[in-house]
């Protein structure tokens, strides 16, 4: 559907590119038809008014030769919309091909560095792009613009987004913490007894987040120098502050790889939730084997051809639809019900048999409607074994080719998303300018709300997606891709934009998108560091601390002087 979509908006635009025109004004241009001069007079006249009656054309030049302009104020609102659909469909493409080269690889130096320099592509691109091209005196008037796509990031992040997980994953938390979040909730709705709980890992990933404002602090210090030398080093000092935290951040997960085993865990149960329940059963009701075996190869990353309890747990953690918890006694005794050889593994068969036995229960229902289990009768059984004579014959070609094609898949998609990202970075910052002076907003605005909803629009949606579990776990996982996502905006995006400041010796003033991402990001960075229980009433303070800091903003800059 999103091919069909980017496909539609590019015939759009070229056929809007086709119908551009101009008008000429200047008389000396015009050819006499020999007639007498007051006949020539009358007719120069009478087009003076008719062109004096349309409203004032101005020319446009199109980028690069075959993207289309405008002038008008429905006009160029019209391309910003074209051009958001395509940046959020050139971020799906990155993420969903990052996503699968990660679940490919597993936990190591591709997810600890390179998978998370990959998610932040939409934003660093934007930036290198309108900086990297045109003169000084360009990368000067998109410097602003590009701090503040990279402030309405982190703080859309941190309010909207937070916010929406909060008010869409909450439940009773009046209840002991091992039944919070649970989704069955008896009590009735209040501000203060609903909300959500997370594990301790979230608050260390809330910690850390906070660890990435100390370069914009350091920026803000130069606010108080009068020297051009003086701010100069304070820009460089940051650049390199910012620089060894990501460096530092990608070192420390490849020796503590907690979190990309967080980030393991929470694609996994995305994945295992969207795509593979459903196709745990045939038409007629019996196992798949088939999907089933297609799910164990997913689920064993470092492909020994067994399963650990780990990798069970993030399995569980997308098929616990029914009452059951993820508390660690719990995926013990899965893996007793799963590993029948009692050597703390889960080979392919123990898998099939034991994912069968569950979908066969939790698909049998009484007449009072609860859930019981029952074995699989001697029919479903044979079904079962000759389905796993077929499949076995074809599994070592069809693995093959299949691990192939996602490595073909997961480049296509990086490269597609890139390339547009890459393509529409100067025409998108550039039409938002235009429509800026055309609704007479600053600049800065546009490029802090805007932008940043395109490539954050994906995430919040899986992030709500994720929430509406209502499972602590399942929480605490999607506020962590949050707060990580938050870190690595600020270091990495941070860093490119620094560097480009001063190696090309840009005049940039600190702006007020630097103090408000330091207010907003310290003030949720310490609460939910030291909080592991947010009620539902948190939510609506996130939603109104994001129209709080534009209106900091415009304090700051229309009556302390900030740029």
Known sequence: MSRAALFIIFLVLQLLHSGSSRSVR?????VSDGLDDKLISQSYSLLQVVDDLKADTVTCEPIYGFLPC????????????????????????????SNLFFTMYGTGFFGASVFHILGTIPQVGIVLVTGVTGTTETAEEMATMSIGLLAGSAIMLLTLVWGSVVAFGSSDISESPTTSNRGHNKKRFSF?????????ETSSTARIMVVSLIPFLILLVAKVLNSTTGIRIVILVSLLVSFAFLVTYCVYQVFEPWIQNRRLEFLMS???????????????GTPNVSNIQEVFTRIDQNHNTYISAYELRAL?????????????????????DFDLSGDSQISEQEFVNG?????????????????????????????????QKQVAKKKKSKLTDKSWTNHIKAAYLLILGIGITLLLANPLMETIQDFSTAASIPTFFTSYVLVPFAINYGQALQAITSARVKYENAISLTLSEIYNGVFMNNVMGLTMFLGLVYIRDLSWDVCAAV?????????????????????????????IMYPISLLMIYVLTTFFGWT
């Open 26 to 30: 200047d008389s000396n241009l015009l």
């Open 70 to 97: 405008a002038t008008s104020f429905w006009g160029v609102l019209f391309m910003v919309i074209v051009y958001e659909i395509l940046l959020y469909l050139a971020n799906d493409y990155i993420s969903r091909g």
């Open 192 to 200: 203060t007894g609903y909300g959500v709980t997370t594990d301790a």
């Open 270 to 284: 995305t994945y295992v939730q969207k795509t593979l329940l459903p196709s745990f059963l045939t038409a007629s």
């Open 316 to 336: 569980i953690l997308g098929i616990q639809i029914g009452e059951v918890g993820l508390e660690s006694d719990y995926v013990e005794k899965a893996m007793e």
């Open 355 to 387: 994912i069968s036995k569950w979908v066969n229960a939790n698909s049998s229902v009484n007449g009072q409607g609860q859930k019981h289990r029952r074995f699989l009768s001697s029919k479903s059984k044979d079904a079962l074994e000759g389905q």
């Open 515 to 543: 103090l408000a991402v330091v207010i907003i990001c310290t003030v949720m960075g310490l609460y939910t560091s030291y909080s592991r229980k947010f009620p539902f009433w948190t939510s609506i303070i996130a939603y």
